[in-house]
């Protein structure tokens, strides 16, 4: 059981500010970690009625404990049906998925994703990752997708180091014209600011900064350079005591996914 | 003559001095003529694991599964494989977390990637230094889903798919398979990879029930299995229970793999275990944090850790005794019929490993 008592961290913060990007009634795609939180803290709070699917082809399950794996029981608890993979991600690409959430180790200027390793050798990185998993998948077929990790000049570099899925890849038109279904991402969400991409040349922009933190501190945790919106830059709205109190007790009550590697 | 002419890019970053190597995953001609020459006959197939693996796992095989991660995978036939020492094989990773205990072994050279890892436990240290060691080599990269339509291409008898999946990252650059095009049919520029039909050489799949000819049962997700059985060259088809043909045509409504698929069919209970058999069993929390935590510290801790849980125990039954028992089977079914929502709602806090802390339970 969790200290209801103590101060939000940086990950309940998170899964609360993602979770404010779901509309009510909406069909939600979602990947592994803080996005699952996410998503039902929102459907424990202001979207009682979206249908969250998961790339292992649940769809619509009841919510049950947090999900180890999104092919582990609480992905598919007593859905309707459980599709195939490859038709799970044919959702994506036939437009009926409306939004999706995405972790990443890497994102860069222009929302390009990288979850394979962190290095310029691929036959010799200093790490080796996960690889895409279904990474590429959502992020090349989703209407609108929202990424979701911590803020470090590392994880924020200005070239990822490797591609695993693409953004907004070199700015302007370049998605369209690499032949991607759907806008890409719409939202970079980290702890320290929600950011989205100015519509001409998709650079990464500051839309709204966690209060305390300010354009230079966002800035000083970006290895690239920011945009800035015109005018003052609006403070993220705050996680209420109710919304943090349903993710101890009810959302992830084990801290899963909302306790800070130590 | 060389048969196919890769994506030379790719072949250059992966430093691929000879194609052939990647030939028969695409090699459609010989997978028809293997299905050919399989028994078409309504036959017992029943044997033990260990015919089925010594009869039909090759030094040099394309390997993959059904399952998904640590869900339905069909890791005590794995585990045999690795006891009985096969070599040089190639393992198709999605969706799939498990080549790492046949690196360790020297049995997998080859890896066609697309996830490693364990999801929020998170990345696996093993293959990390497996690969700067250049125990194992990539041969291709993948995305889940490229994967799950290059199978899915074979089940529906097409050479391959357009996929907008993939196009405009680095796995097109690391991929042989896979060729951007021209969209043949549009006006503008519309590019699309081509993803070709994948056809493995030996795939084992876990199954809640099978009968002695090889129909068999998948209760849960069905993430990629229907789709490998139709294209695999061999299938081993393992189950919880062997069941009178009468029993899957009147009873079992679901996902059914066909009898003329399978070359082997095993009585297997537990054949998930360490993993999650939907519906039978939990996943054994412990002795994954064991192997990604313990294991991932050091090549040595990775092969004392298999070393004491695969050749350490002879079967499937052996290694449920390790893990607790009857304890741990009534555990783990109160668990995973709790997860699916057939059982009381219970508490899931349990004892985790850490590197500092080992309850000695599994459950």
């Given at each position: 059981m969790q200290d209801l008592n103590a101060p939000a961290n940086p990950l309940e913060t998170l899964a609360y500010i993602i979770a404010q990007q779901i509309n009510d009634h909406s069909i939600v795609y979602i990947g592994t970690g803080i996005p699952m939180v996410a998503g039902i803290l929102a459907k424990k709070t202001h979207a009682p009625n979206i249908t969250i699917v998961y790339e292992s082809g649940g769809q619509d399950p009841i919510e049950g404990d947090m999900p180890w794996s999104v092919g582990c029981p609480f992905t598919w608890r007593k859905s309707p049906t459980i599709m195939e993979m490859s038709y799970s991600f044919a959702q994506c690409y036939n437009g009926y998925v409306d939004i999706g959430f995405l972790g990443f180790a890497q994102v860069d200027m222009y929302g390009n994703v990288n979850t394979h390793m962190i290095g310029k050798d691929f036959h010799h990185p200093k790490v080796r990752m996960t690889g895409s998993g279904g990474n590429n998948d959502l992020s090349s077929l989703t209407e609108k997708m929202v990424l979701v990790g911590l803020q470090t000049p590392d994880k924020f570099p200005e070239k990822v180091d490797f591609i695993t899925s693409v953004g907004h890849l070199t700015g302007g038109n370049s998605r369209k014209e690499a032949g991607l279904i759907g806008n890409g991402p719409a939202a970079v969400i980290s702890p320290w600011g929600v950011y989205d991409f100015e519509p001409v040349s998709k650079r990464m922009r500051v839309k709204s900064v966690t209060p305390g933190v300010t354009f230079e501190i966002a800035q000083s945790l970006t290895g690239f350079e920011l945009l800035k919106p015109e005018g003052e830059i609006p403070q993220t709205k705050l996680i209420t005591d109710d919304a943090l109190k349903i993710i101890r007790t009810q959302v992830d009550p084990r801290g899963v996914f909302t306790t800070m590697p130590t | 003559m060389a048969k196919y002419t890769y994506n030379q890019e790719a072949v250059d970053n992966l430093k691929l001095s000879d194609t052939s190597i990647l030939d028969r995953l695409i090699d459609f001609e010989s997978a028809r003529e293997a299905h050919l020459k399989k028994e078409h006959a309504k036959k017992d197939k029943r044997m033990t694991i260990g015919e089925a693996v010594s009869a039909f796992v090759q030094d040099g095989d394309i390997l993959t599964d059904g399952g998904f991660s640590y869900v339905r995978?069909?890791?005590?036939?794995?585990?045999?494989?690795?006891?009985?020492?096969?070599?040089?094989?190639?393992?198709?990773?999605?969706?799939?977390?498990?080549?790492?205990?046949?690196?360790?072994?020297?049995?997998?050279?080859?890896?066609?990637?697309?996830?490693?890892?364990?999801?929020?436990?998170?990345?696996?240290?093993?293959?990390?230094?497996?690969?700067?060691?250049?125990?194992?080599?990539?041969?291709?990269?993948?995305?889940?889903?490229?994967?799950?339509?290059?199978?899915?291409?074979?089940?529906?008898?097409?050479?391959?798919?357009?996929?907008?999946?993939?196009?405009?990252?680095?796995?097109?650059?690391?991929?042989?398979?896979?060729?951007?095009?021209?969209?043949?049919?549009?006006?503008?520029?519309?590019?699309?990879?081509?993803?070709?039909?994948?056809?493995?050489?030996?795939?084992?799949?876990?199954?809640?029930?099978?009968?002695?000819?090889?129909?068999?049962?998948?209760?849960?997700?069905?993430?990629?299995?229907?789709?490998?059985?139709?294209?695999?060259?061999?299938?081993?088809?393992?189950?919880?229970?062997?069941?009178?043909?009468?029993?899957?045509?009147?009873?079992?409504?679901?996902?059914?793999?066909?009898?003329?698929?399978?070359?082997?069919?095993?009585?297997?209970?537990?054949?998930?275990?360490?993993?999650?058999?939907?519906?039978?069993?939990?996943?054994?929390?412990?002795?994954?944090?064991?192997?990604?935590?313990?294991?991932?510290?050091?090549?040595?801790?990775?092969?004392?850790?298999?070393?004491?849980?695969?050749?350490?125990?002879?079967?499937?039954?052996?290694?449920?005794?390790?893990?607790?028992?009857?304890?741990?089977?009534?555990?783990?079914?109160?668990?995973?019929?709790?997860?699916?929502?057939?059982?009381?709602?219970?508490?899931?806090?349990?004892?985790?490993?850490?590197?500092?802390?080992?309850?000695?339970?599994?459950?």
């Amino acid at each position: 059981m969790q200290d209801l008592n103590a101060p939000a961290n940086p990950l309940e913060t998170l899964a609360y500010i993602i979770a404010q990007q779901i509309n009510d009634h909406s069909i939600v795609y979602i990947g592994t970690g803080i996005p699952m939180v996410a998503g039902i803290l929102a459907k424990k709070t202001h979207a009682p009625n979206i249908t969250i699917v998961y790339e292992s082809g649940g769809q619509d399950p009841i919510e049950g404990d947090m999900p180890w794996s999104v092919g582990c029981p609480f992905t598919w608890r007593k859905s309707p049906t459980i599709m195939e993979m490859s038709y799970s991600f044919a959702q994506c690409y036939n437009g009926y998925v409306d939004i999706g959430f995405l972790g990443f180790a890497q994102v860069d200027m222009y929302g390009n994703v990288n979850t394979h390793m962190i290095g310029k050798d691929f036959h010799h990185p200093k790490v080796r990752m996960t690889g895409s998993g279904g990474n590429n998948d959502l992020s090349s077929l989703t209407e609108k997708m929202v990424l979701v990790g911590l803020q470090t000049p590392d994880k924020f570099p200005e070239k990822v180091d490797f591609i695993t899925s693409v953004g907004h890849l070199t700015g302007g038109n370049s998605r369209k014209e690499a032949g991607l279904i759907g806008n890409g991402p719409a939202a970079v969400i980290s702890p320290w600011g929600v950011y989205d991409f100015e519509p001409v040349s998709k650079r990464m922009r500051v839309k709204s900064v966690t209060p305390g933190v300010t354009f230079e501190i966002a800035q000083s945790l970006t290895g690239f350079e920011l945009l800035k919106p015109e005018g003052e830059i609006p403070q993220t709205k705050l996680i209420t005591d109710d919304a943090l109190k349903i993710i101890r007790t009810q959302v992830d009550p084990r801290g899963v996914f909302t306790t800070m590697p130590t | 003559m060389a048969k196919y002419t890769y994506n030379q890019e790719a072949v250059d970053n992966l430093k691929l001095s000879d194609t052939s190597i990647l030939d028969r995953l695409i090699d459609f001609e010989s997978a028809r003529e293997a299905h050919l020459k399989k028994e078409h006959a309504k036959k017992d197939k029943r044997m033990t694991i260990g015919e089925a693996v010594s009869a039909f796992v090759q030094d040099g095989d394309i390997l993959t599964d059904g399952g998904f991660s640590y869900v339905r995978t069909p890791h005590q036939a794995f585990f045999e494989i690795i006891r009985q020492g096969k070599k040089n094989l190639q393992m198709i990773g999605a969706p799939n977390t498990n080549q790492t205990f046949f690196i360790c072994y020297g049995d997998v050279e080859y890896s066609h990637n697309s996830y490693t890892g364990a999801e929020m436990r998170g990345i696996d240290k093993v293959y990390d230094r497996a690969l700067k060691a250049g125990k194992v080599k990539i041969l291709s990269e993948w995305s889940h889903g490229g994967v799950a339509q290059g199978f899915k291409a074979a089940q529906l008898g097409t050479p391959g798919f357009f996929s907008k999946q993939m196009l405009g990252s680095d796995l097109v650059r690391y991929n042989p398979y896979l060729k951007v095009i021209q969209n043949p049919l549009k006006a503008d520029k519309d590019p699309v990879v081509f993803v070709p039909a994948l056809y493995p050489d030996v795939a084992f799949i876990h199954c809640h029930a099978a009968d002695k000819y090889g129909n068999a049962y998948i209760y849960g997700p069905a993430v990629n299995d229907l789709a490998v059985a139709a294209a695999t060259r061999k299938l081993i088809i393992t189950a919880e229970e062997i069941v009178p043909e009468n029993d899957i045509r009147y009873n079992k409504q679901g996902q059914i793999i066909p009898f003329f698929y399978a070359d082997a069919v095993v009585e297997m209970p537990f054949g998930a275990v360490p993993g999650n058999m939907p519906g039978y069993y939990y996943w054994s929390r412990q002795w994954w944090e064991k192997c990604m935590r313990f294991g991932g510290a050091s090549d040595e801790n990775i092969m004392a850790f298999c070393n004491e849980w695969i050749m350490g125990t002879k079967n499937q039954f052996e290694f449920v005794e390790k893990l607790g028992g009857a304890k741990w089977i009534a555990e783990a079914r109160r668990q995973t019929k709790a997860a699916e929502g057939d059982n009381e709602d219970i508490d899931f806090s349990y004892e985790e490993y850490t590197l500092t802390h080992d309850s000695g339970l599994y459950y």
